[in-house]
């Protein structure tokens, strides 16, 4: 399985920018896909996702009301649209599916996904 993130850029505060990340390869079952961020000097850092397992959707504190998380399943393609963006939410944005079944699971831990993207830049910044 392969993930192409899309759609980071220079945005100024209070702005908005839309994430994509299409899947393509082997189809398989998707147990969860999920954002998360890493900025500079920082751990990476689980943003939002969705659990297919339990129904569940999960946000970050930080970005609580700010930002929204979808799964087109024609198209094999999440997206993360993030508006109200402040300079905080500066960092590579990477999108994650796993894979694994479960019946217990921490939602933002990295090591609990399967397959990654390679990361795009968002850059919040007047």
């Known amino acids: 399985v392969q993930l192409q993130a899309s759609g980071g850029g220079l945005v100024q505060p209070g702005g908005s920018l839309r994430l994509s990340c299409a899947a393509s390869?082997?189809?398989?079952?998707?147990?969860?896909v999920g954002w998360f961020r890493q900025a500079p000097g920082k751990e990476r850092e689980g943003v939002s996702c969705?659990?297919?397992?339990?129904?569940?959707?999960y946000y970050a504190d930080s970005v609580k009301g700010r930002f929204t998380i979808s799964r087109d399943n024609a198209k094999n393609t999440m997206y993360l649209q993030m508006n109200s963006l402040k300079p905080e939410d500066t960092a590579v944005y990477y999108c994650?599916?796993?894979?694994?079944?479960?019946?217990?699971?921490?939602?933002?831990?990295?090591?609990?996904?399967?397959?990654w993207g390679q990361g795009t830049l968002v850059t919040v910044s007047s």
């Open positions: 969705i659990s297919f397992s339990d129904g569940n959707t």
């Open positions: 994650a599916i796993r894979i694994r079944g479960f019946s217990s699971w921490m939602p933002f831990k990295p090591y609990e996904y399967d397959f």
């Open positions: 390869g082997e189809t398989l079952d998707y147990y969860a």
